[in-house]
Nanobody
Framework: QVQLVESGGGLVQTGGSLRLACVVS????????MGWFRQAPGKEREFVGS????????YYADSVKGRFTISRVNTKNTVYLQMNSVKPEDTAIYFC????????????????WGQGTQVTVSS
C-alpha cells in the first residue's frame, strides 16, 4: 500500500512563496513518477505539474509555468512544489499523486493520492 502525505499549505499573501512537500511511504519511491494537482471550490481538479522518477523531466500547467517548480529527493521519499509569485487564483487544495512509469498530466492516470493540503492566497 502506497501512502502519500502532503504538508506545507497555509495562508500566504499575493506575490509571496510557499513550499509544499509530499512524503511517500509503502513502496520504493524512485519507482514512481509524481504529480501535483489542485482543486478550487466549485471547480474540477486540475493538473499543476509532474516529475519523472529521477527528476530530469518535469511538466507544468501553463498557469503556473515560470512560477512553480517541482523537485524530488529520492533518498527522502519526498517530492516538493515550490510556489513563487503566488496569485489569488492559486487558492485551492493541493494534492500529490503517484504512478508507476512515466510522468503524466491527467488525474485518472495516477493510482495513488494524498489527502491534500489547503493553500490560500490573500489579495
Amino acid at each position: 500500500q502506497v501512502q502519500l502525505v502532503e504538508s506545507g499549505g497555509g495562508l500566504v499573501q499575493t506575490g509571496g512563496s510557499l513550499r509544499l512537500a509530499c512524503v511517500v511511504s509503502g513502496r520504493t519511491f524512485s519507482m514512481y513518477a509524481m504529480g501535483w494537482f489542485r482543486q478550487a471550490p466549485g471547480k474540477e481538479r486540475e493538473f499543476v505539474g509532474s516529475i519523472n522518477w529521477n527528476g530530469d523531466l518535469t511538466y507544468y500547467a501553463d498557469s503556473v509555468k515560470g512560477r512553480f517548480t517541482i523537485s524530488r529527493v529520492n533518498t527522502k521519499n519526498t517530492v516538493y512544489l515550490q510556489m513563487n509569485s503566488v496569485k489569488p487564483e492559486d487558492t485551492a487544495i493541493y494534492f500529490c499523486a503517484a504512478r508507476a512509469f512515466d510522468a503524466a498530466t491527467t488525474a485518472p492516470r495516477y493510482a495513488y493520492w494524498g489527502q491534500g493540503t489547503q493553500v490560500t492566497v490573500s489579495s
